[in-house]
């Protein structure tokens, strides 16, 4: 069936480092793929989307490119500040395609030290 | 635009008993999906709503159910609450529009402590 993997955290990081959260899925077809964070005692926000192959989605300075080939899509950032703390999951529709309700990886938490 | 909104934000129970979550959706979505937050199990999708009519279930037992209203405002119900149903629990809506790459929109949660 279709998955989403996503590296272990947690992940710490000083400010101004760079960040790569490693996401792989396991789908059928090119679904859309997303990456959702939850910051402490809150719900999840969307970060970015991508919704076919080489689409680069991009937000408050994440990036993460859909890569068909590698069934990957890889979260990133140049350069990171305390307030990026948080848990990112990479997510993907439920059954393939643009509609349903998403499968998430186990979620990734960044904690970024002064 | 008003986001979506979950009430209550915190409940206690104790084991046995039954809750009732409350989600309302943003405006003109028609789609109500919720989820479950745990440390162990990560995040889980439970059910879908849409047009009143459930479209797509998760892997849960029968005790968790739920229900959408014509104004797309949903509700979910545990019954016989178990130890292990203590959770956040996440309520989404989208707009559901055919042919559209839906994004869901999440709400803040429901804390729920079964004791």
């Known amino acids: 069936g279709d998955s989403v993997t996503q590296m272990e955290g947690p992940v710490t990081l000083s400010e101004e480092a760079f960040l790569t959260i490693n996401c792989t899925y396991t789908a059928t077809g090119y679904p859309s793929l997303f990456w959702y964070v939850q910051y402490p005692g809150e719900g999840l926000q969307l970060l970015l989307k991508?919704?076919?192959?080489?689409d680069k989605g991009s937000n408050k300075g994440f990036e993460a490119t859909y890569r068909k080939e590698t069934t990957s899509f890889h979260l990133e950032k140049g350069s990171v500040q305390v307030s990026d703390s948080a848990v990112y999951f990479c997510?993907?529709?439920?059954?393939?395609?643009?509609?349903?309700?998403?499968?998430f990886g186990k979620g990734t938490k960044l904690s970024v030290k002064p | 635009k008003a986001g979506v909104t979950q009430t209550p934000r915190y409940l206690i129970k104790t084991r046995g008993q039954q809750v009732t979550l409350s989600c309302s959706p943003i405006?003109?979505?028609?789609?109500v999906s919720w989820y479950q937050q745990t440390p162990g199990q990560g995040l889980q999708f439970l059910f879908e709503y849409f047009s009143e009519t459930q479209r797509n279930k998760g892997n849960f037992p029968g005790r968790f159910s739920g229900r959408q209203f014509s104004n797309s405002r949903s509700e979910m119900n545990v019954s016989t609450l178990e130890l292990g149903d203590s959770a956040l629990y996440l309520c989404?809506?989208?707009?559901?529009?055919?042919?559209?790459?839906?994004?869901?929109?999440f709400g803040p949660g429901t804390r729920l402590t079964v004791l």
């Open positions: 989404a809506s989208s707009p559901r529009l055919a042919g559209s790459t839906d994004t869901q929109y």
């Open positions: 991508a919704t076919k192959a080489d």
């Open positions: 997510a993907l529709p439920l059954r393939g395609g643009s509609q349903g309700n998403l499968i």
């Open positions: 405006s003109g979505h028609r789609s």
